[in-house]
């Protein structure tokens, strides 16, 4: 039976390197977000943020998907999904519309057709526009304007950043989630979505950097004024601190990461020459004693090297002095012990690690840092699906609004229907 929900559906699908997390949520009577449903899978077929395997990572994120219906009890039918991964780029871009100088002021088509127009640049062959953000509006040549709907004026013109990702990156991911019955409301920018839950209005506002740090790739996004600024991929991440650890220990893949799990630290100067573990190597019959020394040692390098190139990324921007806010860790491997203090030592910036928090629902599943972009995800849809005013605007595909979970038996055009699942 199909109950009609007064409130629309949100459902994010965070699509990582290690695991692949459905979230199904509302905005209960409050304005709040609720989490209604969860499935967590371990990836399959994904590698540094993209598919290499359509059929696992179809298989892995239908797993999670089912998961999520049947813990929230709504059938799923169309929802945000993240994208990261070397292949997105992002460009600066200006936008001039006119007004037409009457008494209405600037509306929302004006902003649109600026955004349009600083849209309408030369994108390489084989690319696609994933996010127009606005960064800040000028009208009449009066700069500095943050939202300038209702102002008078005769020219409006909007600076944006342009983010873009490789299509066939693209149409393979959107390929796996049709494949689990799920329509691609819009991609997502890892980073962004994690900005949404993360970021203080207040680190927007001053300048900071999010730092997403998952198991294939390191994703930044830079706040500057409220807004975002820089967007970058890099392809790094905790996958790299495991098999660094299976070379130097000569160990298996799996021990390797139960390894890191269990012992891992990436600040040596914190780690006792007194503590060690057992582990059993490749060619030794029996466990041999490890110092916990020598693997902070291992993994420290890799971090550090880590932080290099994010540092490298933000000095090319031109806004490393412009970050007092400094920067906010999160991501699955961002929880390493001594990781914040490493990063903190290499870019010579404050830093803390965050993770989602003030969640309601089912968030039994969804402590820590590891899940900020699937949450993100869902506030995102939140934002779009309430039409508040936000950072930018998502390509959309399959309609407009947030994702939307939908009755089993309904057209595509009609709204949110609610069922029980067997």
């Not at 998907?65 to 292949?87: M, N, P, T």
């Not at 649109?112 to 509006?137: K, N, T, Y």
């Not at 500095?144 to 990702?165: D, K, N, S, Y």
């Amino acid at each position: 039976m199909a109950i009609v929900t007064d409130n629309p559906l949100l459902v994010g699908i965070d699509v990582g390197t290690t695991k692949v997390c459905a979230l199904v949520g509302e905005t209960d009577e409050v304005g709040e977000l609720r989490i209604l449903g969860a499935g967590v899978e371990p990836a399959r077929g994904m590698r540094k943020g993209v598919v290499v395997n359509v059929e696992d990572a179809a298989t892995c994120i239908a797993a999670a998907v089912e998961k999520a219906q049947r813990s929230a009890g709504y059938e799923i039918g169309a929802a945000f999904v993240s994208l990261a991964g070397s292949h997105i780029a992002s460009v600066n871009s200006r936008g001039v519309s006119g007004i037409g100088g009457g008494g209405h002021g600037i509306d929302q088509d004006d902003i649109e057709r600026a955004l349009d127009a600083a849209q309408a640049i030369a994108i390489p062959h084989g690319r696609e526009v994933l996010h127009v953000i606005p960064r800040a509006f000028a009208v009449d040549g009066q700069d500095g304007i943050r939202q300038p709907l209702g102002m008078h004026g005769f020219r409006l013109e909007v600076e944006a950043h342009i983010i873009t990702a490789a299509s066939t990156f693209v149409q393979n991911l959107t390929k796996c989630v049709e494949a689990a019955g799920v329509t691609v409301e819009a991609f997502v920018l890892n980073p962004l979505a994690s900005g949404e839950v993360v970021l203080t209005e207040t680190e927007k506002e001053m300048g900071a950097v999010v730092c997403d740090i998952g198991g294939g790739t390191t994703d930044l996004a830079i706040f500057l004024d409220g807004n975002v600024w820089h967007t970058m991929c890099l392809s790094v991440g905790g996958n790299h601190l495991t098999s660094d650890i299976a070379q130097g220990l000569r160990l298996p893949a799996d021990s390797a990461e139960h390894v890191k799990v269990d012992y891992g630290h990436a600040y040596s100067r914190e780690v006792a020459n007194t503590e060690s573990f057992m582990v059993q190597p490749f060619g030794e019959d029996r466990p041999v004693q490890v110092s916990r020394l020598d693997l902070a040692t291992i993994i420290e390098a890799r971090v550090e090297e880590m932080f290099s190139l994010v540092l490298q990324e933000v000095k090319r921007t031109g806004y490393d002095g412009l970050l007092p806010a400094g920067v906010v860790l999160t991501g699955g491997t961002s929880q390493l012990p001594g990781l914040r203090r490493v990063a903190s030592e290499v870019l010579n910036l404050p830093c803390r690690v965050a993770a989602p928090n003030s969640l309601k629902g089912m968030v039994d599943k969804l402590q820590g840092p590891a899940f900020s972009t699937s949450v993100g995800l869902l506030r995102w849809a939140q934002n779009e699906s309430l039409a508040l005013p936000r950072g930018g605007s998502s390509k959309r595909r399959g309609g407009r609004g947030g994702g939307r979970g939908r009755g089993p038996n309904l057209g595509k055009g009609l709204d949110i229907f609610r069922r029980l699942l067997p």
